[in-house]
T-cell receptor, first 116, second 114 residues
Framework: SAVISQKPSRDICQRGTSLTIQCQVD?????MFWYRQQPGQSLTLIAT?????????ESGFVIDKFPISRPNLTFSTLTVSNMSPEDSSIYLC?????????????FGEGSRLTVL | DQQVKQNSPSLSVQEGRISILNCDYT??????FLWYKKYPAEGPTFLIS?????DKNEDGRFTVFLNKSAKHLSLHIVPSQPGDSAVYFC?????????????FGRGTSLIVHP
């Protein structure tokens, strides 16, 4: 199992500003995943972050808007840049469980952002 | 275009009865199907999964059924308990970039009444 801590748990932000979300895992992991859940929507993968390389972004997400850092095997950050109300979402950090195959993930508790 | 669909946003069930949550998918290349449970202010937690080569997997009160020809899966909870009240996400995963990446549905909110 893995314990994942995210900061902040929630925040209210002004339009045009940027916010960085931190994700700390209690064990070393190769891949970390950042998801977004907009109100009433599914969990959507933003990007996969590997230590020592550039993050891989899913269609519809770009590095300029969601820069990601992965300085070591237990930590990652996601920045939401130049925020607009459409960025109001829950942002979730996750890691694979280590069980081979399937796609089972551990999730952090999420960071709920409200953009005014 | 949603590849994983949960067409019922909510479900209400009496304690002790069966809860059946449904999920449809469009991509026949998915290798695994998973269910996650999410309580308010918490992240989703893995509940149960099934390989695409099987049609049933059971774990205690939870059973997942897979019908590949219909591209449909369901989660059965028997008997339902008030503590089962949560949002349930269906997910399907395929191997990509060195890992299995799940694609999620929009979730079904289950309420189990005492």
């Amino acid at each position: 199992s893995a314990v994942i801590s995210q900061k902040p748990s929630r925040d209210i932000c002004q339009r045009g500003t940027s916010l960085t979300i931190q994700c700390q895992v209690d064990s070393q992991v190769t891949m970390m995943f950042w998801y977004r859940q907009q109100p009433g929507q599914s969990l959507t993968l933003i990007a996969t972050a590997n230590q020592g390389s550039e993050a891989t972004y899913e269609s519809g997400f770009v590095i300029d808007k969601f820069p990601i850092s992965r300085p070591n095997l237990t930590f990652s950050t996601l920045t939401v840049s130049n925020m607009s109300p459409e960025d109001s979402s829950i942002y979730l950090c996750s890691v694979a469980t280590g069980r081979k195959g399937s796609g089972e993930l551990f999730f952090g508790e999420g960071s709920r952002l409200t953009v005014l | 275009d949603q590849q994983v669909k949960q067409n019922s946003p909510s479900l209400s069930v009496q304690e002790g009865r069966i809860s059946i949550l449904n999920c449809d998918y469009t991509n026949s290349m998915f290798d695994y199907f998973l269910w996650y449970k999410k309580y308010p202010a918490e992240g989703p937690t893995f509940l149960i999964s099934i390989s695409s080569i099987k049609d049933k997997n059971e774990d205690g009160r939870f059973t997942v059924f897979l019908n590949k020809s219909a591209k449909h899966l369901s989660l059965h909870i028997v008997p339902s308990q008030p503590g089962d009240s949560a949002v349930y996400f269906c997910a399907a995963s395929r191997f990509s970039g060195g890992s299995y990446i799940p694609t999620f549905g929009r979730g079904t909110s289950l309420i189990v009444h005492p």
